[in-house]
């Protein structure tokens, strides 16, 4: 069992009821490897979290913001609570390394690793407010989320990727990006699709994604990084 006390410094906070932050960090194949264990999963604590996430960073920006039309807080927001930017706070947090997994689970790289940090951290916000209140869960929101919007909106990422990879590359290069789907694996209810962004014939990046519209948009954030346009 990991050290949660560790987990708790690098968090700054400290749980009152130390089983709700274990169920935080329980991921449901745990328990399907684990039949001894006599924990929960964290798919509730998501739920609520994911609730208590929403309203802390809408009240932020609404706060932050106050000339701002609803489309552009509703864009930022999206931008900082999307799977991406909660995995990258998860990994900033160090909350992987305390994650409860299956080892098949254990060993998922991609999105699919970026998805298991994303519904942790919102089923820790979720176990904070239960065990602290929601002041402490929306400070703790404030602290290490909604910092980074000033980011966001330099670096245009509350904007589609598609939408400023193609207005980028007009600009840029004179030329429409086009996609393409380069393999679909797995079953029809589960299956990964990979895009390659291109540019002419020059293949620029690669996405995965549950559907081809998702794995077109993460092609086109990868092609932004690997032009160094973004």
């Known amino acids: 069992m990991p050290n949660f006390s560790l987990l708790q410094e690098r968090l700054g906070t400290s749980f009152t009821n130390l089983d709700l932050l274990v169920e935080a960090l329980t991921h449901r194949s745990y328990l399907n490897e684990h039949r001894e264990y006599a924990g929960s999963h964290n798919e509730r604590l998501e739920f609520l979290g994911d609730a208590v996430l929403e309203l802390a960073t809408t009240n932020f920006l609404f706060t932050k913001f106050p000339a701002k039309p609803e489309g552009e807080l509703t864009s930022y927001r999206a931008a900082l609570v999307n799977t991406v930017s909660l995995a990258l706070t998860a990994q900033e947090l160090g909350v992987g390394e305390f994650l409860l997994l299956s080892k098949g689970e254990s060993r998922d790289t991609g999105r699919a690793r970026d998805v298991i940090l994303a519904d942790a951290l919102e089923a820790l916000i979720g176990a904070l407010y239960l065990d602290a ?89 990868a092609g932004l990084s690997t032009l160094k346009w973004d």
């Not at 290490?144 to 966001?152: G, Q």
């Not at 393409?180 to 990046?205: C, M, N, R, W, Y």
């Open 133 to 221: 209140g929601y002041a402490a869960a929306e400070a703790f929101v404030v602290k290490n989320l909604c910092h980074k919007i000033d980011e966001v909106i330099a670096k245009r990422s509350y904007q589609d990727a598609k939408s400023r990879f193609q207005e980028i590359a007009q600009e840029k290069r004179g030329i429409t990006p086009n996609y393409e789907t380069l393999s679909e694996v797995g079953p029809d209810h589960s299956k990964i699709f990979t895009v390659g962004v291109f540019l002419g014939a020059q293949e620029i990046a690669r996405g995965e994604g549950q559907s081809k519209q998702e794995a077109e948009q993460r092609a086109a954030l």
